[in-house]
T-cell receptor, first 114, second 113 residues
């Protein structure tokens, strides 16, 4: 299995632009998680889905952030408009229905907003 | 909600020495405690976990201990090697239901040859 796939690996954009991060979970996994990692705040859970349905989005920092999962093999995290404080590494992770806590992380997308 | 504190934030050891990373948690209902290793440029990877029905678990050179009364758990790495250099995260969760992982801030371990 290829593991969790994320794209792009690096994204540099200007403040005010729309940013879309993409994730393909491991085939057969029913849970998908989006995390943000910064030096100051560590790993923060933004939102997670079960069977393509958002279960908890309480970690989404504000309305500029949105996430979708149109099917079992694809999810997006969108930031519109982006701000410099959104600069971070964004991780997608997936897990099976058997145990949502045994999570497999993708390589991450390093986002820089100038 | 759950709060996980992790110490130290950085740890430097010589190759062959042991390394210990400690975490405390706040929610007495938590009963699942995984440890993740994050190498440079990669996502965190689960290396070992412990559930509240046991006090210790070993896997080759790594071991985890859990003290539920004191609400703390630790990662022990023996005979450290340069390839152990990475950031280590502890986490806590409740096994039942939709409870997700709450992570500590991480410990950067540097093993010098």
């Amino acid at each position: 299995d290829a593991g969790v796939i994320q794209s792009p690996r690096h994204e540099v954009t200007e403040m005010g632009q729309e940013v879309t991060l993409r994730c393909k979970p491991i085939s057969g996994h029913d849970y998908l998680f989006w995390y943000r990692q910064t030096m100051m705040r560590g790993l923060e859970l933004l939102i997670y889905f079960n069977n393509n349905v958002p279960i908890d989005d309480s970690g989404m920092p504000e309305d500029r952030f949105s996430a979708k999962m149109p099917n079992a093999s694809f999810s997006t995290l969108k930031i519109q408009p982006s701000e410099p404080r959104d600069s971070a590494v964004y991780f997608c992770a997936s897990s099976s229905d058997r145990d949502l806590r045994e999570q497999y992380f993708g390589p991450g997308t390093r986002l820089t907003v100038t | 909600g759950e709060n996980v504190e992790q110490h130290p934030s950085t740890l430097s050891v010589q190759e062959g020495d042991s390394a210990v990373i400690k975490c405390t948690y706040s929610d007495s209902a938590s009963n699942y405690f995984p440890w993740y290793k994050q190498e440079l440029g990669k996502g965190p990877q689960l290396i070992i976990d412990i559930r509240s029905n046991v006090g210790e678990k070993k896997d080759q050179r790594i071991a985890v201990t859990l003290n539920k009364t004191a609400k703390h758990f630790s990662l022990h790495i023996t005979e450290t090697q340069p390839e152990d250099s990475a950031v280590y995260f502890c986490a806590a969760s409740i096994m039942e239901g939709y409870s997700t992982l709450t992570f500590g801030k991480g410990t950067m371990l540097l093993v010098s040859p």
